[in-house]
């Protein structure tokens, strides 16, 4: 029994590491009907729900909704390149964690498991948002439009950077045109 709780201590231990670096830091506020409405990827840190398990998430939206009960509706689609681009929709909620000026979500696609959601880049006309994870293993970039402009795109990595993201493991998320999707999808 002795070994038994010692190796479930040992366990707990090893997952409760440290992140990297100082604590992430969010933007000041987000205005959530502002950023309701439907966001292209256009780059992530590869991760298990969009890149494992046989998966390779291409043409990856994510769409927010605010409910009536003051939660935020979650859907994310991509298209799923090893499957012919055969669509796969996740839906789920998230919540704004109090204190947080809205900009520390906390989402769930299967309960009882939620994960952090921090916007900590913005741009002023939510044209296009940085998003990570506290311990930094989660990274995406999202734009309204499928292909960012240059200018943007330098702005969010500069964020991404200066938060302590290793831009060398961000890998670009393919956004095909609209008709191409749509064929990706038929075939």
Partial sequence: MKRLLLLA??????CATSPPGPPLQTVPRVDLSRYAGTWYEIARYPNSFQDGRGRRCVATTATYALREDGQVAVTNRCLDATE???????????????????????VT???????????IGLDPEYRWAVVG????????ILSRTPQMAPDD???ALRIAAAQGFDLERLQETPQPPRQARLQGRRG
């Fill in 9 to 14: 201590a040992l366990l707990l231990g090893a």
């Fill in 84 to 106: 012919g681009n055969r669509e796969v929709v996740a839906t789920g909620t998230a919540y704004a964690v109090e204190g947080s000026g809205n900009a520390k979500l906390r």
């Fill in 109 to 119: 696609f299967f309960w009882p498991f939620y994960g952090d959601y921090w916007v």
């Fill in 133 to 140: 994870a506290p311990g930094r293993e989660y990274l995406w």
């Fill in 153 to 155: 795109r330098a702005a």
